[in-house]
Nanobody, 115 residues
Framework: QVQLVESGGGLVQPGGSLRLSCAASGSISSINAMGWYRQAPGKQRELVAGITSGGSTNYADSVKGRFTISRDNAKNTVYLQMNNLKPEDAAVYYC?????????WGQGTQVTVSS
């Protein structure tokens, strides 16, 4: 089992920044990739950014140039730096870990973008 705990969500004004953190624990060996997904009310959960064990990253087109995913292997933590936030970025953000054929999810952290 892999446990994921997110933190860092909150309320921010448009144009502001937030950094989300996801701490992984448990059976974390052989995790292939980690990433951030988000789900807004009435919408499907979507991939925001991902990072492989080798450090390769990918981003949704809507966040390219504004969001950066990174990882600290020593702390077993993945980060999502979100800059120039827009109202349409508001959602519950979920951390995801892929291990073999399994997906693990955190509990989610709310990001609200409003003036």
């Amino acid at each position: 089992q892999v446990q994921l705990v997110e933190s860092g969500g909150g309320l921010v004004q448009p144009g502001g920044s937030l950094r989300l953190s996801c701490a992984a624990s448990g059976s974390i060996s052989s995790i292939n990739a980690m990433g951030w997904y988000r789900q807004a009310p009435g919408k499907q959960r979507e991939l925001v950014a991902g990072i492989t064990s080798g450090g390769s990253t990918n981003y949704a087109d809507s966040v390219k140039g504004r969001f950066t995913i990174s990882r600290d292997n020593a702390k077993n933590t993945v980060y999502l730096q979100m800059n120039n936030l827009k109202p349409e970025d508001a959602a519950v953000y979920y951390c995801n870990a892929k291990k073999l054929s399994l997906n693990y999810w955190g509990q989610g952290t709310q990001v609200t973008v409003s003036s």
